[in-house]
């Protein structure tokens, strides 16, 4: 029979491993996920490198987070391995959950070292792997007790790159606190609370500046309306290593008025609430977060034809544009800024997926592989 746990003595110990947590979706995931647990399972925060700024931000909210340097560097440490199996078994640990790529080699070796199960949990789609990498990541869907995909595309990817039966693999797709993420009661207090000006048509998108993330697409985009006469106001609300060349390439393109780098903020909730219309021009994404929230937020989107986002608004969604064209990305933001009706036909009425339900479909896949 499945083992029952009851929350006073015995609950399973699951870790959510990770090198650090920056702000990023997978981050964002588990630690929205991790307080609607049911008390049979005890989730805590590892990292192995540092906490970055959602680890600190998970101390002081309370949560139980621990710094273990065992990968101080991008070098694979045996050693560093082994000393994390040892603390697994010596705090209990039931079930080791690791969500990006050094984490899963750290956390399938050690939880097999200690004889307890591993889940992967493959937040990104596959695209080109380099062969080494792709070597390390075969081994730990091999080794691992069960693999977790956010789409069923992805899911089908990995059986048929990997060889890996499709009964290992399960679909958990991201989720938002939709107590936290809804549309606001007034959209103007919110703008005057942030310092934003209150009846300007405001465009955003929420994204680490890295290039895959292609702002550059916004900035060419913005660049043929500013020929055209029409100058919508945008939000880059994120930071990352692409900054300084995104900001030279608005201020090139003679657009930098009309851009706001307004960096990482948390809470997130009320700057996505502030916006008209969220825009994700991403080369790739596994399924966005930030996407999930704007949709509950009641916002417009509009996206480039990738799979992780197709996999969330359909193929047929009306505000679907290639990454790379620039033309037709204007088209669409001069249409929305111009006409309500377009604006709104880029709603979608898709069911997002909600943190409670993920951690209960978390719970009911812990109980299998512990059991």
């Not at 380099?130 to 977790?148: E, N, V």
């Not at 048509?201 to 060419?220: D, M, Q, R, Y």
């Not at 790739?284 to 197709?310: D, F």
């Amino acid at each position: 029979m499945t083992p029952e746990k009851t929350p006073a003595d015995n609950a399973w110990k699951v870790v959510f491993l990770f090198i650090g947590m920056p702000v990023g979706g997978a981050e964002d995931f588990a630690l929205g996920v991790q307080p609607k647990m049911h008390p049979e399972v005890e989730a805590q925060f590892v990292c192995l490198r540092s906490l970055d700024m959602l680890g600190e931000e998970a101390v002081q909210k309370g949560l139980p987070v621990t710094l273990l340097p065992l990968f101080p560097t991008k070098r694979i440490s045996p050693w560093g391995i082994w000393k994390f199996s040892r603390w697994l078994i010596e705090h209990g640990i039931d079930v080791v959950h690791s969500q990006t790529y050094h984490a899963h080699i750290y956390g399938v070796a050690a939880a097999w070292l200690a004889r307890i199960p591993s889940v992967v949990h493959q937040q990104k789609t596959l695209g080109q792997i380099p062969l080494r990498k792709k070597i390390f990541f075969g081994w730990c869907l091999k080794k691992a007790t069960q693999i977790l995909t956010l789409s069923e595309q992805t899911r089908v990817e990995i059986s048929d790159q990997f060889n890996i039966p499709s009964s290992k693999i399960e679909v958990v797709p991201n989720a938002i606190d939709e107590t936290l993420f809804c549309p606001p009661d007034d959209k103007a207090i919110v703008r005057r609370n942030l310092g934003l000006p209150e009846h300007d048509f405001l465009v955003g998108t929420v994204a680490s500046l890295h290039p895959v993330k292609n702002h550059k697409a916004t900035i060419e985009a913005l660049s043929i309306l500013a020929r055209k006469g029409c100058h919508p106001k945008v939000l880059f609300i994120g930071d990352g290593p692409a900054r300084r060349e995104l900001e030279n390439l608005a201020r090139e393109r003679g657009v930098k008025d009309q851009i706001l780098f307004a960096g990482r903020q948390r809470p997130v909730v009320p700057w996505m609430q502030a916006l008209d219309l969220f825009l994700l021009p991403s080369h790739w994404e596994g399924q966005a977060l930030a996407m999930l929230q704007a949709i509950s937020c009641g916002l417009p989107v509009i996206a480039s034809a990738i799979e992780g986002n197709t996999a969330v608004l359909g193929t047929s969604h009306p505000g679907l544009f290639a990454p790379d064209d620039y033309t037709r990305l204007a088209d669409i933001l001069e249409a929305a800024g111009k006409n309500r009706d377009v604006l709104l036909s880029f709603r979608t009425n898709v069911s997002v997926p909600t943190c409670g339900n993920a951690a209960k479909q978390l719970k009911s896949i812990y109980r299998k592989i512990i059991s």
